[in-house]
């Protein structure tokens, strides 16, 4: 499940929250169970909602040093990374998010176990090893060719960028 259907699940509960709030104070109905049962949510949870509660997601983002949204961002980053064919691993997750973190608050450092418990809010998001890529890699990598003509074109790159260099430089001299 994404970060996007978790989120839209969350926000129309909170809405139809709300229309029952609107049914409830308009006198549209005259009993809570009423309000409850038209909008399909518990009773239960109808109550806590009137009475303050807040609910799990909205109480446990107060004790998180990251917003939802700051998350979210993280998440969106990883799955830009993905894109480009450069899925993140463990420790950029986290520097990502540390650096999001210190933007909005300087000097503050996220837990030890943040990133564990990062990837049990968003189980859509994991570290993979990408065991076919890694292949290719080992194969290609150890072919004395290709490392050969790699050096190659570093050394003509590099003799062009010195050429341009040193031209400029004469050039200012004279």
């Known amino acids: 499940m994404s970060m996007l259907q978790k989120s839209d699940r969350q926000l129309s509960r909170e809405k139809l929250e709300e229309r029952a709030f609107d049914m409830l ?6 009993t809570q169970q009423d309000a409850a049962t ?16 807040p609910s799990r997601a909205t109480a446990r983002a107060k004790q998180q040093k990251l ?12 799955y830009l990374r993905c894109l480009w064919g450069f899925p993140p691993v463990i420790f950029q997750v986290q520097r990502l998010a540390q650096d999001i973190l210190q933007r909005r608050i300087p000097n503050e450092v996220l837990g030890k176990r943040w990133i564990s418990n990062f990837y ?8 993979k090893f990408s065991k076919q890529m890694d292949y290719i890699r080992s194969i290609r990598g150890n072919d004395p060719k290709i490392i050969e003509d790699f050096f190659t074109s570093v050394r003509y790159s590099m003799l062009s960028l010195f050429s341009v260099y040193f031209t400029r430089l004469i050039e200012k001299m004279c």
Do not use: M
């Open 120 to 127: 049990k809010r968003h189980p859509e998001v994991k570290s």
């Open 67 to 78: 917003t939802i949204r700051e998350e979210e961002l993280v998440v969106e980053r990883c």
């Open 38 to 53: 038209r909008v399909d949510i518990p009773l239960s949870t109808f109550n806590h909602r009137l009475h303050g509660r």
């Open 25 to 30: 104070y308009k006198h549209v109905v005259r």
